[in-house]
């Protein structure tokens, strides 16, 4: 049974930084792409960071560009997100899961928010 677990949301000021996490069991991260989603209020959950298999390749959406990155831990099975420079539009419950992703992998996700 796959079981995703993200941590590390948070209350921060614009320009402050964050890093969550995504522990995984019952998947390897180092054999799946996986993906970082954010689902905003009134939103359709969407795709932010993806890393490849391996970890090799990164890809993100341009409105985060230049300020997250995604990598992976192999040995911990965990995948994070650096947030840096956050703005307030990036208030937004987090969420793991593969990319393209398993409806039954979502979790509860972790809740970040960005004051100005």
């Known amino acids: 049974q796959v079981r995703l677990v993200e941590s590390g949301g948070g209350m921060v000021q614009a320009g402050g930084s964050l890093r969550l996490s995504c522990a995984a069991s019952?998947?390897?991260?180092?054999?799946?792409?996986m993906g970082w989603f954010r689902q905003g209020s009134g939103k359709e959950r969407a795709l932010v960071a993806r890393?490849?298999?391996?970890?090799?390749?990164?890809n993100y959406v341009d409105s985060v560009k230049g300020r997250f990155t995604i990598s992976s831990d192999n040995a911990n099975n965990t995948v994070y997100l650096q947030m840096n420079s956050l703005k307030p539009e990036d208030t937004a419950v987090y969420y793991c899961?593969?990319?393209?992703?398993?409806?039954?992998?979502w979790g509860q996700g972790t809740q970040v928010t960005v004051s100005s």
């Open positions: 890393i490849g298999l391996s970890g090799f390749v990164t």
């Open positions: 019952g998947l390897t991260v180092r054999t799946s792409a």
């Open positions: 899961n593969k990319d393209p992703p398993s409806t039954g992998y």
